[in-house]
């Protein structure tokens, strides 16, 4: 498994951004699909995006599409969420995550590395 830690939590007001990166050690990070996850209090897993090998592909749920943005960079073996326009439905606790096999899945079991999360609060 590739080993995660999530930074880059925190409390905006609503129509603020925040920038969330996840460093990757232990496993050759290029060959990890990532994908952002967040949790709300009381919810399950929701997909948020994902991005390809290379970073030229990247998938959003809909509810985050035209304001967030993933990246990836293969060199620092990091993978960013960038998170503007929010909103307090987006408060959550956020985590990402590898997936070595196949790129763009929606559901947190495809995934076999996890962060710890870092919480993302947004006030209105």
């Known amino acids: 498994q590739v080993q995660l830690v999530e930074s880059g939590g925190g409390l905006v007001q609503a129509g603020g951004s925040l920038r969330l990166s996840c460093a990757a050690s232990?496993?050759?990070?290029?060959?990890?699909?990532m994908g952002w996850f967040r949790q709300a209090p009381g919810k399950g897993y929701e997909f948020v995006a994902a991005?390809?090998?290379?970073?030229?592909?990247?998938y959003y749920a809909d509810s985050v599409k035209g304001r967030f943005t993933i990246s990836r960079d293969n060199v620092k073996n990091t993978v960013y969420l960038q998170m503007n326009s929010l909103k307090p439905e987006d408060t959550a606790v956020y985590y990402c995550?590898?997936?070595?096999?196949?790129?763009?899945?929606?559901?947190?079991?495809?995934?076999?590395?996890w962060g710890q999360g870092t919480q993302v609060t947004v006030s209105s």
């Open positions: 995550a590898g997936d070595p096999i196949k790129e763009g899945a929606l559901h947190h079991y495809d995934y076999d590395g």
């Open positions: 991005i390809g090998w290379s970073g030229s592909r990247t």
């Open positions: 232990g496993r050759t990070f290029s060959n990890y699909a």
